[in-house]
């Protein structure tokens, strides 16, 4: 690429991205996940380049590592993970389940102070079940950073999606599926009600606002895929601003993908 196509392409993203900081009034869904916005950050990439070090964008964080769902295709390697007694093919029932403490918080704040801009909530769990979810998020919001995150949503408290509503950019709703046999089956859990609930309630709650922006997300294997065009009909008209289609990825150290 030459240097005229960089620069063209720097500035095209730049106004792409301009909705960031005039207020977060317009999501630009198509450049959601475009895959140049590290253009954003040639600062770092030339920090990261010459020194091989730089401060960190984004980071990943998890809040638990044990889960109400048991997809028997989830990567987490659930033989290690806390409360095996709760997920088919488990092994150590000695396990202790693992809840982010508030160091991690304080870690995510030191990052901030020093540039970090935003932070993606996944781990190997399920983070609306750690019992200081909605304080994590406040204390995450307070360092001023855009706040991510995935749920399987099925959760029982209303607080949940109020702290969603008012901290975070962004949040994906891991469905899978769109039909409930097939969410019960692939999900270990006879909650796909509970769960379309849930974010119709977040989706009302949000009304005209733009923020979070709320998507479905669908991992396909050699059974979902052919629901695909029937899941998408049927997350539009649930009304959520994208739909995410990813493959399902084999982790050979987990028992439950052999
Ligand atoms: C491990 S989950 C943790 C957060 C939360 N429990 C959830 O399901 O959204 C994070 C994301 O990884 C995806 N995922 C899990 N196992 C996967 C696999 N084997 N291949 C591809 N994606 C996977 C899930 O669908 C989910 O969107
Ligand atoms: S809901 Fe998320 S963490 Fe839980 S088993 Fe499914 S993919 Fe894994």
Same mark, same amino acid.
């Given at each position: 690429?030459?240097?005229?196509?960089?620069?063209?392409?720097?500035?095209? /993203?730049?106004?792409?991205?301009?909705?960031?900081?005039?207020? #977060?009034?317009?999501?630009?869904?198509?450049?959601?996940?475009?895959?140049?916005?590290?253009?954003?950050?040639?600062?770092?990439? @030339?920090?990261?380049?010459?020194?091989?070090?730089?401060? =960190?964008?984004?980071?990943?964080?998890?809040?638990?590592?044990?889960?109400?769902?048991?997809?028997?295709?989830? @990567?987490? *390697?659930?033989?290690? +993970?806390?409360?095996?007694?709760?997920?088919?093919?488990?092994?150590?029932? &000695?396990?202790? +389940?693992? *809840?982010?403490?508030?160091?991690? /918080?304080?870690? !995510?704040?030191?990052?901030?102070?020093?540039?970090?801009?935003? !932070?993606?909530?996944?781990?190997?769990?399920?983070?609306?079940?750690?019992?200081?979810?909605?304080? @994590?998020?406040?204390?995450?919001?307070?360092?001023?950073?855009?706040?991510?995150?995935?749920?399987?949503?099925?959760?029982?408290? #209303?607080?949940?999606?109020?702290?969603?509503?008012?901290?975070?950019?962004?949040?994906? +709703?891991?469905?899978?599926?769109?039909?409930?046999?097939?969410?019960?089956?692939?999900?270990?859990?006879?909650?796909?009600?509970? !769960?379309? &609930?849930?974010?119709?309630?977040?989706?009302?709650?949000?009304?005209?606002?733009?923020? =979070?922006? /709320?998507?479905?997300?669908?991992?396909?294997?050699?059974?979902?895929?052919?629901?695909? =065009?029937?899941?998408?009909?049927?997350?539009?008209?649930?009304?959520?601003?994208?739909?995410? /289609?990813?493959?399902?990825?084999?982790?050979?150290? *987990?028992?439950?993908?052999?």
């Amino acid at each position: 690429m030459s240097n005229e196509t960089i620069i063209d392409e720097y500035k095209r /993203i730049i106004d792409s991205v301009k909705f960031v900081s005039e207020g #977060k009034n317009e999501p630009n869904l198509k450049d959601f996940q475009d895959s140049k916005k590290i253009f954003n950050h040639i600062k770092n990439v @030339y920090e990261l380049f010459y020194t091989g070090d730089t401060t =960190p964008v984004h980071m990943t964080i998890g809040f638990t590592n044990y889960c109400q769902h048991k997809c028997p295709w989830c @990567y987490i *390697n659930w033989q290690q +993970a806390g409360r095996t007694s709760e997920r088919s093919g488990a092994g150590d029932i &000695n396990r202790k +389940a693992i *809840n982010a403490s508030d160091r991690l /918080i304080d870690g !995510v704040g030191e990052a901030a102070a020093i540039g970090l801009k935003a !932070v993606t909530i996944v781990g190997d769990g399920e983070p609306t079940l750690h019992k200081k979810f909605v304080e @994590y998020l406040k204390r995450l919001k307070s360092f001023n950073l855009d706040i991510g995150m995935f749920s399987n949503f099925s959760f029982d408290k #209303k607080e949940i999606l109020y702290a969603m509503l008012e901290n975070c950019f962004f949040i994906r +709703a891991s469905l899978d599926s769109a039909k409930k046999e097939y969410h019960d089956k692939s999900h270990g859990n006879d909650d796909f009600d509970k !769960v379309i &609930n849930n974010i119709k309630d977040l989706l009302k709650l949000r009304g005209e606002k733009k923020f =979070p922006i /709320i998507g479905a997300q669908y991992v396909t294997n050699t059974e979902n895929y052919k629901d695909l =065009p029937y899941a998408a009909e049927f997350y539009k008209n649930l009304g959520v601003d994208y739909m995410t /289609i990813k493959p399902m990825l084999k982790n050979d150290l *987990n028992i439950a993908h052999k």
